[in-house]
């Protein structure tokens, strides 16, 4: 009927499912921006502990520098909450598409409600701004 239009089925269906995971990517990512004050979780006092987790590009997963599974992670964001404290988050590649383990990391973070920085260095010297612009941590 219209074979220029439906003929490539699969790269059309291919198209629109890249299309609903950006548009996922944009609203977790404007949820931080707007629901988290990025620069309250650059900041570390006695009474807010900071917790910090990596995710490579492979899909492994850190915890405070030790590689951990997902239970791992929750337990600790739980602890992390009760102690009102707040997440340092690195993702190598972090301008690349993120690994599956990435999104549940962050929906994790997302789920317990807690204050988040992002790193664009492994040793979490800096912070995104909210210009998405790096700054040392003081």
Known sequence: MFPGVFGAGAA???VRTL???MKILA???AFFLFCFPLHAADMKTEKSPILRLSVLASGK???EGKESS???IRKALE?????KGAVWYYRENGKGEPPPQAMEVIKLVVEYKLPISMSSKP???DYIDENG???PRK
Do not use: C, M, W, Y
């Open 12 to 14: 059309q269906q291919h």
């Open 19 to 21: 299309g609903r995971v």
């Open 27 to 29: 609203a977790i990512s």
């Open 61 to 63: 997963v850190f915890l």
């Open 70 to 72: 997902i239970p791992e």
């Open 79 to 83: 602890k992390t909450k009760a102690n």
């Open 123 to 125: 040793d979490f010297s």
């Open 133 to 135: 612009q790096s700054r």
